[in-house]
């Protein structure tokens, strides 16, 4: 199976934020993305630098997502699993930081064990990279612009980095394929596009993207239904369910509340309460 590449980077790059009432989490902290060498394009989607200072702790949730992080902040650096569960970041202070975004079924390379392994978990970068995350670390504590951390864990990707196997591609194609088509609901459809047995697409993301392919389809649709609906003007519920591949309404409504903590409706009012300054009680809670 080949990689479509003459698509890889515009479908790629449209994987999910996740972050939920992005708009006003942007007035919180400024996120940066910056592209990774280029011996990392077919792993790395983007690094991100992260800033904040905030004399009040904000709770900033994110929807879960199929990449792995490799990330490098005070106190806190580790490699992030795929994720099946909303997460919290608690920001308060004054932080920056940095991390890898990697590819969607690109990791597997890096890492001496399936990335199932890795799911809803996070590592200790040393328990992935060895002593060399320790160097990249110190690099980039001691870094005076984005450029030289961008640097230092760029370095230490390239050290770690392998040959491509055949597998890890047919991974990142799978992925790219529910990118490109939300016409894409089932397993057994993404198994039929790309001319694989539904077993052997289980197996592949087992190993090669931490997830099932099932979760993997469902996290891209409730990502698109968390961005329609924090905009001004939210979309009608019944549409936006059968524009995403839902049977019914009541199942989206469901499938979103599962994940986000809070129903459609009520996840709308929020986001346009955020948006206009009005205090908000009805946050989505983990």
């Known amino acids: 199976m080949k990689i479509r590449d003459t698509l890889l980077f515009s479908v790629m790059r449209r994987i999910p934020s996740g972050i939920l009432n992005e708009r006003t989490a942007r007035t919180k902290f400024t996120l940066t993305r910056y592209p990774p060498a280029p011996e990392l394009r077919d792993f790395v989607e983007h690094h991100w630098?992260?800033?904040w200072d905030l004399t009040e702790t904000h709770e900033q949730h994110v929807l879960p997502n199929l990449s792995v992080h490799v990330t490098f902040f005070p106190g806190a650096r580790g490699v992030y699993g795929p994720a099946h569960r909303l997460?919290?970041?608690r920001l308060s202070g004054r932080v920056h930081g940095i991390g890898a975004r990697i590819r969607p079924g690109c990791f597997r390379p890096f890492l001496d064990a399936p990335?199932?392994?890795?799911a809803d978990r996070s590592a200790e970068v040393t328990e992935v990279f060895g002593p060399a995350a320790a160097i990249a670390d110190e690099s980039i504590r001691?870094?005076?612009t984005d450029a030289e951390m961008i640097t230092a864990i760029d370095n230490l990707l390239i050290a770690r980095r392998r040959p491509i196997p055949r597998a890890t591609r047919a991974a990142a194609d799978a992925v790219e394929t529910i990118a490109a088509d939300p016409g894409i609901t089932r397993v057994a459809e993404l198994a039929a596009a790309l001319g694989l047995t539904i077993r052997a697409v289980q197996r592949l993301f087992a190993e090669h993207v931490g997830t099932t392919p099932k979760w993997a389809i469902r996290i891209y649709r409730l990502n698109e239904a968390a961005r329609l609906l924090a905009a001004p003007t939210p979309p009608d519920y019944a549409d936006l369910a059968t524009r995403l591949?839902?049977?019914?309404?009541?199942?989206?409504i469901r499938d979103f509340a599962a994940v986000t903590g809070a129903p459609p409706a009520e996840y709308a009012r929020s986001a346009r309460r955020l948006m206009s300054g009005t205090p908000d009680g009805a946050k989505p809670e983990n």
Not at 245 to 252: L, M, V, W
Request: charged share 20%; proline share 5%; no cysteine.
């Open 49 to 51: 630098v992260l800033r």
């Open 87 to 89: 997460f919290t970041h």
């Open 115 to 118: 990335v199932r392994t890795l």
């Open 142 to 144: 001691n870094a005076r």
């Open 245 to 252: 591949g839902y049977s019914d309404q009541p199942h989206f």
